[in-house]
Structures are given as C-alpha cells and as structure tokens.
C-alpha cells in the first residue's frame, strides 16, 4: 500500500465577509457524494462586545490581517494532521476572512464531511483549535465611538 499524497497548499483567505449564501453553496456542492453521511460545520462571528475596564463602546468590527504565506503553510499541516487523525474523511474546507469585517457578520468557516457524523464533528473542533492556536492571523478590535484593541483568542 503506498502512503497517501500530501494535501496541496489551498490560500484559505477571502477578502471581506464570508456570505451565507457561500455556506450554502458549499453544502450543496457536495450533493454529487453519495459516500458522504454527514456534514460539520463551524461559522466563526464577529461580536459586538463591551470589554469590561477599556471602553464603554461595543465592538463595531473586526480588521483582520495575516502573515498569509506562513498562514497557508500552516493550514496545510493542521490539514494534514486531520486526515491522518480522521482518514475516512472525505472534505476539509476552511476560509478566513481577511479586511474589516462588522459585528454580525461572518469570519470563519471550517466545514468537514466523512461517512458518519463522529469523524466530521470532531475533526471540525480539532481543526478550529488549531487554527486559533497555530496561524498568524491578527484581529484589530475596532469600536463604535473610536479607537480599537487587539484582539486575543479566548477559546
């Protein structure tokens, strides 16, 4: 048996807000697979939080930038690590916006398909981690009356 090919580097930015009808339309790309049993998906938002001891002000948006080469390469392993980890999965997709993105609109999207639900669900949660954990992706909090903060990933 040979070893499986490497996954290839995929650019996993988009410049603005990723679009509800994007989310569909991935799903329905994948009606043609009839070895897929189930579909994962993980849609990051961005909130409209007040941070306590800072300001008054809500989170307006969320400028987003990226060491975006470093980034990719990143993925590709956190990609690779999810098939070997879930190797009956079929898809793995994951987008992140780069630009200003406002409170309620979409940023992050992970979406795992596999034969049975297990595999998609946690191969989703895991990816999700690990990009939080493992990519240069930055997120300038920006607030309604002026100024911002950087943003840190809570979990």
């Known amino acids: ?8 580097k995929r650019d996993i930015f988009v410049d ?10 991935s799903i329905a790309k994948h009606a043609t697979r009839t070895d ?7 849609l990051g938002q961005v ?7 800072l300001t008054r002000d809500r989170v307006s948006a969320i400028e987003y930038t990226a060491y975006r080469d470093m980034a990719n390469d990143q993925m590709t392993s956190i990609r690779e690590e999810a098939f070997a980890k879930w190797p009956t999965m079929t898809c793995l997709h ?5 630009g200003t993105i406002n409170a309620g609109d979409l940023c992050f999207m ?6 049975h639900r297990q595999q998609a669900r946690e191969a989703v949660a895991f990816v999700t981690d690990e990009v939080k954990k493992r990519l240069p992706i930055f997120g300038k909090e920006i607030f309604e009356g002026g ?5 840190r990933n809570q979990g």
């Open 1 to 8: 048996m040979s070893d499986p090919k490497p996954h290839r």
């Open 16 to 25: 603005g807000a990723i679009a509800p009808a994007f989310v569909a339309e």
């Open 36 to 42: 897929i049993g189930a579909h994962e998906i993980f």
């Open 47 to 53: 909130r409209a939080d007040v941070i306590p001891g």
């Open 94 to 98: 994951v987008h992140h916006s780069l």
């Open 110 to 115: 992970v979406f795992a398909s596999a034969p």
């Open 147 to 151: 100024g911002h903060v950087w943003k």
